[in-house]
């Protein structure tokens, strides 16, 4: 076959453009710092290239759910101690009301301070986080309670709902009277007897705020203001205190020693539940944490993953480079060489 120097010079351009074309590869490489610039440059890094990006944003907003809950159990933890604080009180009083010493006027003092305390954990139950009302459940833009008076200068702790009315412990609507609770012999607010007018609201009220924290691991972390109120079975702190505050209005020994009997059993199991309660945000504290841990661990590793699928190892470009130039530089020299053009070149 015969070689011709048109044939010479067209291999040498050839080879030339394909090492300046693999110079060009690595400089791009060199200045982003990254193995692929575009999907053609290899598609099975960009489709999993992608998929880090997803995982590694995912990751972050599951971080961000663990901070906000972390945050609103440790809110949660705050406001259950002052109520534990409060109760203990209301506590202590019942255990003085039994001072056989004590006059009218002792026991309108204990009934004036208990009342005090009705209304405080009735603050402490519409604690407020981020603009919204942890102990309200789904229903968490609104108070979820009140503390009313009634005509006898008593304090109720009562649901209240979002058109401003007031419920009792079954969703039934409370009785006013001139902005006062209408209360019947036994010194309990007076209903309607109906439960169905706010049926969905009073549901809402009470319903568990669910939080994701890792792809498709849910965790109910809200106490609701029943859980708080509902001590036992068919027994109800808005029942107690109200009962407690009655008998001690009332001048009947058989309410008085109801004081140290019955309802300082029952404000003893009042304060265990509430306990209890303490104790499961202190679980799911806790799980928070070890959640938060594993998060931050999660989106090391993926992020590691995702900088060996797409960034480049620089000493290695470096060098691969210095050899493409010494190549490119060495077919420059050799076709100089082998490729000598004359005149008669020119004129073929």
Known sequence: MRVTNKMLSTNFLRDMRNNLGNMKDLQSQLTSGKEIRRPSDNPFKVARSMQLYSDIGSNKQYNENIKDTLNWLDTTDTALDKAGNTLQRVR????SSGNPGYGEGEKKALKDEINQKVGELAQILNTNFDGRYIFGGTKG???????LQDDKGNTHIVYKTKDGNYLNKNGAQIELENGKIKVDANGKPIDNGDTKKYEDE??????????EISQGVTMEYNVASRELMEFSKGKDL???LSDITSNLSSGKPEDIKKLTGENLDDITKAMDNLLKLRSEVGAKQNRMEAAKDQNSEENFNLTDILSKTEDIDFTEKIMEYSVMQSVYIASLQTSAKVIQPSLLDYLR
């Not at 009073?202 to 939080?211: C, G, Q």
């Open 92 to 95: 202590d009083l019942l255990v």
């Open 141 to 147: 833009t609104s108070k979820p309670v009140e503390a």
């Open 202 to 211: 009073f549901k809402h009220l009470n319903e568990d705020l669910i939080v």
């Open 238 to 240: 808005m029942d107690l």
